[in-house]
Nanobody, 123 residues
Framework: VNLEESGGGSVQAGASLRLSCSAPGRIFGSFAMGWFRQSAGKEREFVAAISWNSKRTLYSDSVKGRFTISRDNFQNAVYLQMDNLKPEDTAVYYC?????????????????WGQGTQVTVSS
């Protein structure tokens, strides 16, 4: 299964973007899902995660209070609302399922990483 991310773009600091994630042919509903990002020359890092029923969320300290993860199991989609963007948020953003016992780690068997969506924030 290939995950598909969209919604990235080039914006000024302080702007907002909303990312979307889908997986054609794969039902998200029973999986906790997360967003990750990778900036040039760095390892991929955890950004945010949400439980299958949206009752639990987890955020990295760097985005807490600015980003909001949500999901629509009927639409089989996961979203990341990013507000008050900063230049350090510049990265390629990816989604994937996360481990039930560790929301900050991707689930290795859910599907292949997608192409990601580029977010570029200029000062």
């Amino acid at each position: 299964v290939n995950l598909e991310e969209s919604g990235g773009g080039s914006v000024q600091a302080g702007a907002s973007l909303r990312l979307s994630c889908s997986a054609p042919g794969r039902i998200f509903g029973s999986f906790a899902m997360g967003w990750f990002r990778q900036s040039a020359g760095k390892e991929r890092e955890f950004v945010a995660a949400i439980s299958w029923n949206s009752k639990r969320t987890l955020y990295s300290d760097s985005v807490k209070g600015r980003f909001t993860i949500s999901r629509d199991n009927f639409q089989n989609a996961v979203y990341l609302q990013m507000d008050n963007l900063k230049p350090e948020d510049t990265a390629v953003y990816y989604c994937n399922a996360v481990l039930p016992g560790d929301y900050s780690s991707p689930a290795p068997d859910f599907g292949s990483w997608g192409q990601g969506t580029q977010v570029t924030v200029s000062s």
